[in-house]
């Protein structure tokens, strides 16, 4: 089992930063992947990032590309996401996977990102 637990959320205006973290306990943090996925009002969740075990493979949605940064320390079980340059349509309930296996199968509690204009 692994549980996780997102921070960072809250209100920015447009062009500002955030940053998230998700700490998670349970399994051996450093032996699985973890992502971001974040879902707007009335909208399917969407992936957002992912981080390899290791943190040397990372991949972004080109919505995100050259404005979020994914990054992990497996010594504090943490993952973060550098949110900079946000814009309004980045705001949505923000939340923490770890892939353990083929899927992302462990899912924290989301936590909110508003991006005002």
């Known amino acids: 089992q692994v549980q996780l637990v997102e921070s960072g959320g809250g209100l920015v205006q447009a062009g500002g930063s955030l940053r998230l973290s998700c700490v998670a306990s349970g399994r051996t943090f450093s032996s699985y992947s973890m992502g971001w996925f974040r879902q707007a009002p009335g909208k399917e969740r969407e992936f957002v990032v992912d981080?390899?075990?290791?943190?040397?493979?990372?991949n972004y949605a080109d919505s995100v590309k050259g404005r979020f940064t994914i990054s992990r320390d497996n010594a504090k079980r943490t993952v973060y996401l550098q949110m900079n340059s946000l814009k309004p349509e980045d705001t949505a309930v923000y939340y923490c996977a770890a892939r353990v296996g083929s899927n992302f199968n462990y899912w924290g509690q989301g936590t909110q990102v508003t991006v005002s204009s």
């Open positions: 981080i390899r075990w290791s943190g040397d493979i990372t």
